[in-house]
């Protein structure tokens, strides 16, 4: 009996979906591999030993010759416009939200919710000519202001979209019984929705920053000196200064990926809870 049960479990299991998964986990880490192996090969071996085989004599001169490029100044920008997106964004995200929720019955506010949710179907290469007027008329172009601040405008709509979902989903007796307390709209926003609605932040700053990190349109249009280049636009000059040197062009790869991993795997836990919360209420 006991093994008739266990075939008929092994008859269950997704044997396909199991074996599209490790074949498309091996899709993605053999890329993965061949960057990191080959940052760490001269550029003689790059050439002449397997692609795939391991360095000889494992070497940092790539590194080195990337962060000798100014790189830290390159990464400096990054985490300046990626934080200096982030925080406000998130910020005038939750604080719209939360507005958008709690006054549900306002005319007002259902417009401002509308215009949010027309944010969402304009992308950021249609309108790259206004916001280049914009930021000269502003004397803000080749700056990093230049950067965060059409970054914010286009990282608000999808966090507003997000925020408010998780926001519609606290009971509103909870809001009834701390208005009854005493409590303002302000005391609950910070006692009640913000420890209530962690993961959807989590969530949409980890996704905004990823996107803003990785932004290469805006630095490529808003600035021009190499001393606000962002880290995608110096690995776009790195291609063209170190066009036949590859391992050097991966070892840029492997600094400029290295941050996100980090992150990830420090936030893993709170970004799947936020990605999955919708799916458990």
């Known amino acids: 009996m006991d093994r008739a049960v266990r075939v008929r479990k092994l008859l269950r299991l997704n044997w396909f979906g199991g074996l599209g998964g490790w074949v498309w986990?091996?899709?993605?880490?053999?890329?993965?591999?061949?960057?990191?192996?080959?940052?760490?090969?001269?550029?003689?071996?790059?050439?002449?030993?397997?692609?795939?085989?391991?360095?000889?004599?494992?070497?940092?001169?790539?590194?080195?010759?990337?962060i000798q490029s100014d790189f830290p100044r390159y990464f400096l920008n990054s985490v300046i416009v990626t934080i200096g997106t982030i925080v406000p964004a998130v910020a005038?995200?939750?604080?719209?939200a939360y507005a958008i929720i709690r006054g549900a019955g306002s005319k007002f506010l259902a417009g401002v919710n509308g215009l949010f949710l027309m944010g969402l179907a304009i992308p950021l290469q249609a309108t790259i000519i206004p916001v280049y007027l914009l930021i000269i008329r502003m004397r803000l172009y080749d700056s990093l202001l230049a950067l965060i601040l059409p970054s914010?405008?286009?990282?608000?709509?999808?966090?507003?979209?997000?925020?408010?979902?998780?926001?519609?989903?606290?009971?509103?007796?909870?809001?009834?019984s701390m208005r009854v307390d005493g409590a303002t709209e302000w005391g609950m926003?910070?006692?009640?929705?913000?420890?209530?609605?962690?993961?959807?932040?989590?969530?949409?700053?980890?996704?905004?920053?990823?996107?803003?990190?990785?932004?290469?349109l805006l630095p490529l249009i808003l600035t021009q000196?190499?001393?606000?280049?962002?880290?995608?636009?110096?690995?776009?000059?790195?291609?063209?200064?170190?066009?036949?040197?590859?391992?050097?062009?991966?070892?840029?790869?492997?600094?400029t990926t290295l941050p996100i991993v980090i992150l990830y795997a420090v936030s893993r836990r709170q970004l799947l809870s936020g990605l999955t919360a919708g799916f458990s209420r």
Do not use: C, H
Not at 225 to 252: D, I, M
């Open 189 to 216: 926003l910070r006692g009640l929705a913000f420890p209530l609605t962690r993961p959807a932040l989590v969530t949409v700053s980890i996704y905004n920053g990823l996107a803003v990190w990785n932004g290469f």
């Open 25 to 66: 986990l091996l899709i993605v880490l053999i890329p993965l591999y061949w960057i990191v192996v080959t940052s760490f090969k001269d550029q003689s071996a790059y050439f002449t030993q397997n692609p795939f085989a391991l360095p000889s004599a494992p070497t940092m001169t790539n590194y080195q010759l990337v």
């Open 152 to 176: 914010i405008a286009f990282s608000i709509p999808l966090s507003v979209l997000v925020l408010s979902n998780f926001i519609r989903d606290v009971p509103k007796e909870l809001f009834e």
């Open 92 to 96: 005038i995200s939750f604080m719209a």
């Open 225 to 255: 000196s190499p001393g606000k280049r962002t880290l995608p636009l110096a690995l776009w000059t790195f291609q063209g200064q170190y066009s036949v040197n590859v391992p050097a062009v991966l070892a840029s790869v492997v600094l």
